[in-house]
């Protein structure tokens, strides 16, 4: 990245709208938008006031070097390094028409800016240490966001919640590495602050947060990327109403004709705080059709990958060989919820339920058709992955597998740390550790990780951010 040019790039959505906004960014950003930003009390923009807006007119140069009205609009001066990116920075904001747009941005191009690469401003945050690596993943999933929980989860990150719990571990690693140092660089001089005990015991209590830590990937996993999830039963159950109720329209087709679906349909939707990868599979029966009996192939290949299945049963009909068959799959697995649907239905049958519950943990009663238990259904879900237990807004979790590995691998040496202090092992050996551990670490937050890692993180962001 040339960090030392000036870019420019428009950070609103393109397409018509009632406002636009040009970012530009660099040490020469306030040059180099005075050229094409005027404003109306005739002050330079260089003699505005940070984060002061003000009104002005907006123009472009000509072959010859006369100047052309394109549009008025407001700009405000950001001044290093109190803006976004931590250099000088001055966003200009004009009517939203795409063509206006694209000429205010070709005049600050013109100007002496560079079109911006993706994901270059943020970037540019994370090197001038306005934000730290997981900061801007989780910046990056903000925009990204489409439900309640993915929101509360990308501004906790953005908030700094994980990057203070991996810094006080951090730091805390550095204050045994140097009691290591000082018995290593002088062994016959009692210069280290810490005794090896003590060094043990702090390891260990760092090792011990960062494993509470590694255990809210399974939250932060299923909030953040989200869970594949399989509806499965036999033919007829309510499997496809039960979609259409957590999609949230009509996007599977209901009869009461069996084997309406054939294929594997797949939606994202949200459930409580959680976030559904949904599958909805064709009825699990035996047939002699050829397409259904390629859908019903598809549907436990699909069961066998899944990280939760919402298996349905008709409460209002005795249970099927089909329905016993399936319970006798599912049998031992801790990622299943029984779905008990119908239970509105007037040929309701508790004597279903009481067989279907001896044989499934976690059972839920609802009605597909009309709603009845759905929040039942939201808890059991939230309570699988541990969502009911973390406060998304306030607490620090891990969301992705990157900081997932980091925070395994450190544990892991810190392990061998404390092994080596409590054995007698020479304190070099222990020093090795912990120096891998405090590395492991420094990758989450970006003090250490290498070129490849930090240009596809930034790749996924758009051009204006």
Wanted: glycine content about 8%.
């Amino acid at each position: 990245m040339k960090i030392f040019d000036t870019i420019a790039a428009v950070s609103t959505p393109r397409g018509k709208g009632g406002v636009a906004m040009i970012r530009i960014s660099g040490e020469n950003s306030i040059e180099y938008a005075s050229k094409v930003f005027f404003p109306k009390n005739e002050r330079s923009l260089c003699e505005t006031e940070h984060s002061k807006a003000v009104y002005g007119d907006i123009k472009e140069r000509g072959a010859e070097g006369e100047l052309t009205a394109l549009d008025d609009g407001i700009a405000v001066v950001y001044r290093a390094p109190r803006s976004f990116t931590g250099e000088d920075t001055v966003e200009i904001c004009c009517h939203g028409g795409m063509l206006v747009t694209e000429r205010v941005l070709s005049a600050c191009l013109a100007a002496g800016c560079r079109q911006a690469e993706a994901g270059e401003f943020t970037r540019r945050a994370f090197v001038s240490g306005r934000m730290s690596l997981s900061q801007a993943e989780d910046l990056g999933a903000l925009l990204e966001a489409k439900t309640n929980g993915q929101l509360l989860l990308s501004r906790s990150g953005l908030d700094g919640n994980l990057t203070r719990e991996i810094r006080l571990a951090y730091d805390t690693l550095r204050e045994i590495l140097a009691g290591v140092y000082a018995k290593i660089d002088f062994p016959d001089e009692d210069l280290s602050s810490l005794t090896e005990e003590e060094m043990r015991e702090r390891a260990n209590i760092v090792r011990a947060r960062l494993i509470s830590l590694e255990k809210t990937y399974k939250t932060g996993h299923a909030v953040r990327e989200g869970v594949k999830t399989v509806i499965c039963g036999r033919t007829n159950a309510g499997k496809s109403s039960l979609y259409n109720r957590i999609v949230g329209r009509d996007a599977a087709i209901v009869t009461d004709i069996p084997g309406t679906t054939r294929d594997i349909l797949e939606q994202t939707a949200a459930l409580g705080k959680v976030t559904l990868l949904l599958c909805d599979t064709a009825g699990l029966r035996e047939t002699e059709d050829t397409v259904e009996n390629i859908g019903i192939e598809r549907s436990r290949a699909a069961m066998e990958s899944a990280e939760l299945i919402l298996a349905v049963f008709d409460l209002s009909a005795p249970l099927s060989e089909d329905d016993r068959a399936l319970l006798s799959e599912l049998s031992g697995r801790g990622d299943v919820i029984a779905v008990l649907n119908k239970c509105d239905s007037k040929e309701f049958s508790e004597e279903t339920a009481d067989e279907i519950s001896k044989s499934a943990v976690n059972c839920v009663r609802i009605s597909a058709k009309t709603g009845e238990g759905f929040e039942k259904l939201t808890e059991a879900v939230e309570k699988l992955f541990d969502c009911g237990e973390i406060d998304l807004r306030m607490e620090a979790v891990v969301t992705n597998a990157r900081q997932h590995a980091s925070i395994l691998r450190a544990a892991d040496h810190l392990a061998s740390a404390s092994d080596a202090l409590a054995m007698g092992i020479t304190v070099d050996l222990c020093g090795t550790d912990i120096e891998c551990a405090m590395s492991a670490l420094a990758e989450i937050d970006g003090r250490a990780v290498t070129e490849d890692i930090v240009s596809d993180i930034f790749a996924h962001f758009c051009v204006g951010k």
